[in-house]
């Protein structure tokens, strides 16, 4: 690989997106206005550009020469820099995991930008804050791809607190709204407690092996030794494992730290999609596939993460039978994806979880962008119990979003279908339990997914009143077009061959050293092993779309009658199993209670302390004040008075 075409690919990567970012900041308002969109695409597309650069370099390169750091700058010369540590340096890491992950940011980005620009207008004008919404994108493009490139922990960090920084701004874009406020507090304050978490992940990296940069730690930790060449104590990366994957958890929304993703819808449609898709909630996939040299090390971090990422997986999709909001039903999709993704890692097929990541974008913006373009033509309506039929009204985004449907649920020959069975796969080769559960929740996926592509775009055409739905322009078609063909087509990238995952291997050699037993375990069971569970999650699928089609559509009055037969059972899934509201009376209240307490404290006790303290000089000044009202005649008489004095003790004393 040339170095200096990495260097400027990188820097081109990076800068550009900012640069849009700034330009949009400065002269969205006073010069741009409806055109400031145009720094934000233009900047995001030169990264675009320079990311399929960046992997075309990667994929020529030979087998065992896939991997390269190069030093952007030098920030902070040191002597621990100088003695090759260099972890002050601004470096990034280009290898298979990079090149995939800045191909899929990068170019889902363009394309959620590129459909912004008509979904943030209103009858042709701008709404208000569209320079503002167009700085924020190109920003969130910059801070994902900075935490992707990183090629240390300490620009991870920073890449990941930005990451965090944006999602705030741009889920509370609304800010007007008490409801969005709301949520993008709650998703800054949730996300606050897993980035606890890993900023002492960090901070431990850093005491135990003197430095931060990937190359150095890693080889560090193969070698078994601390920074001092010293034996690494049994209990220390295990520590560091769950902390860093403690930021995982906040940031890829898992339980218990998924709460902020379902409010987060309460931002605009593309910002749904730029989160869920490609953006936010895959750097904690991210972060586990790159450190899994951390996590492999202790076989129980890893059931940890396998565990948490099946019960999240079958959780969300619980949830999802219940919804009416099209944007919360794929919410929790996305979270119950999410979990497939680290029971991908948790089974030690890293190669699976980055190629269900790279599916799972496509298929999710799609939908994400096709819910928004309901929701564009309905007027801000996206509960489906207020509308159906619009199939016939908004064909487009009908076609669609069907296809993203089949992709999530699974259906045969879809993008989906290959990367949830490559995990199914290796789940059951690791644990039968695992395997079941991400078999369930695969036909799960399939059912909730078409109980609202029926009841969204079947049935009798039915809107609210005054409302005029139409179909979006080609702005939004399109990039709904280029993503409808990804979700299409983007499982033959790895199949057959798993292709990907060979790609990947220089950059999971880890995982695949650490599951070698169990994966030829599996192999040795035979064709069912190899395509039995590809027929069976296929059918299973097929079966949940047509049980779909059939309640939802041929016979709609069966599921309320199921809901009566069951009430606390529907109420609980409606409800959430009452998470939110477990985590405000345990939580919540008790810390608001504290904080009326402390300012109770500093109200009445702190502040009268104060005032008792103060009120000597108070009352002198007050008495000093008497004798200095400006008449003269007081001021001679306090003279004759104060002579008076002097005179009386010079005689006496």
């Not at 218990?256 to 953006?279: F, K, N, Q, R």
């Not at 090390?297 to 997986?313: D, L, N, Q, S």
């Not at 399939?446 to 979006?472: D, K, L």
């Amino acid at each position: 690989m040339s170095e200096t075409v990495l260097f400027t690919c990188s820097v081109l990567i990076l800068l550009c997106p900012l640069l849009g970012s700034v330009l949009v900041g400065a002269l969205g308002r006073p010069v741009l206005r409806d055109r400031s969109h145009w720094p934000a695409i233009l900047g995001v597309l030169v990264a675009v550009l320079a990311s399929f650069l960046v992997f075309g370099q990667v994929t020529g390169a030979e087998e065992g020469a896939r991997s390269d750091h190069v030093v952007l700058y030098e920030w902070i010369a040191t002597g621990a820099a100088a003695d090759g540590a260099g972890w002050f340096n601004f470096e990034v890491l280009i290898d298979p995991l990079t090149a995939i992950m800045l191909v899929t940011v990068t170019f889902i980005s363009l394309l959620v930008i590129i459909y912004s620009r008509d979904y943030m207008r209103e009858h042709d004008h701008p709404e208000r804050g569209y320079e503002r919404f167009f700085a924020f994108l190109a920003l969130f493009v910059f801070s994902m791809c900075a935490l992707v490139l990183a090629g240390n922990f300490l620009l991870l960090y920073l890449g990941w607190e930005l990451v965090g920084l944006c999602s705030y701004l741009l889920i509370g874009f609304y800010y007007h709204k008490p409801s969005a406020a709301a949520a993008a507090k709650k998703a800054f304050l949730v996300n606050r407690i897993g980035d606890f978490g890993f900023g002492l992940g960090v901070l431990l990296i850093y005491l135990t092996f003197g430095r931060l940069d990937y190359q150095g730690v890693f080889a560090l930790i193969e070698q078994g030794v601390n920074g001092a060449g010293q034996a690494l104590p049994e209990w220390r990366l295990g520590t560091i494992a769950l902390l860093l994957f403690c930021g995982a958890i906040g940031k890829s929304a898992q339980l218990p730290l998924y709460v902020w993703l379902p409010d987060a819808m309460e931002g605009p449609s593309p910002v749904s999609a730029l989160i869920h898709a490609a953006t936010m909630v895959t750097a904690g996939v991210y972060m586990v596939a790159r450190c899994g040299v951390i996590f492999v090390a202790e076989p129980a971090v890893m059931t940890v993460v396998a565990v948490i990422g099946a019960v999240t997986a079958l959780f969300a999709a619980t949830i999802a039978l219940t919804q009416h909001d099209m944007k919360r039903i794929l919410a929790y999709s996305t979270i119950s994806q999410l979990g497939y993704m680290f029971l991908g890692l948790g089974v030690y097929a890293a190669g699976s979880a980055v190629f269900h990541l790279f599916t799972h974008a496509f298929f999710k913006a799609l939908l994400f962008l096709a819910a928004g373009s309901v929701m564009h033509a309905m007027g801000g309506i996206i509960d489906l119990r207020r509308f159906s039929g619009l199939r016939r009204v908004l064909p487009w985004t009908c076609r669609f979003c069907v296809i993203g449907a089949l992709a999530l649920a699974g259906f045969p020959f879809f993008s989906g279908f290959w990367s949830k069975d490559e995990i199914i796969h290796h789940a059951f080769g690791h644990n039968f339990w695992l395997g079941l559960i991400g078999l369930l929740t695969a036909v799960l996926t399939a059912f909730y997914t078409f109980r609202m592509i029926f009841r969204a775009f079947w049935g009798q055409e039915r809107v609210p009143p005054g409302v005029h739905p139409h179909e979006s322009g080609r702005w939004m078609l399109v990039p709904l077009g280029i993503l409808a063909a990804g979700a299409l087509l983007a499982g033959y990238f790895s199949v057959p061959g798993d292709r990907i995952g060979h790609f990947l291997e220089p950059a999971v050699a880890s995982f695949a050293a650490a599951s070698h037993g169990a994966h030829h375990a599996a192999e040795a069971a035979g064709f069912w092993a190899s395509y039995g569970l590809l027929f069976l999650s296929g059918g299973l699928a097929i079966v949940a779309i047509i049980a779909a089609y059939v309640l939802y559509v041929l016979a709609p009055w069966v599921p309320p009658i199921l809901a009566d037969l069951w009430p606390a059972a529907y109420r609980t899934l409606y409800n959430k199993y009452y998470v939110d509201e477990g985590y405000d009376a345990a939580v919540v209240r008790p810390l608001r209670g504290g904080g009326r307490l402390c300012f109770g404290i500093d109200e009445y006790v702190v502040d009268g302390i104060i005032w008792l303290v103060t009120a000597v000089p108070r009352g002198l000044g007050y008495l000093g004040r008497v004798f200095q009202g400006g008449a003269l005649q007081g001021y001679a008489l306090t003279m004759v008075g104060g002579l008076a004095v002097v005179l009386l003790l010079v005689l006496f004393l």
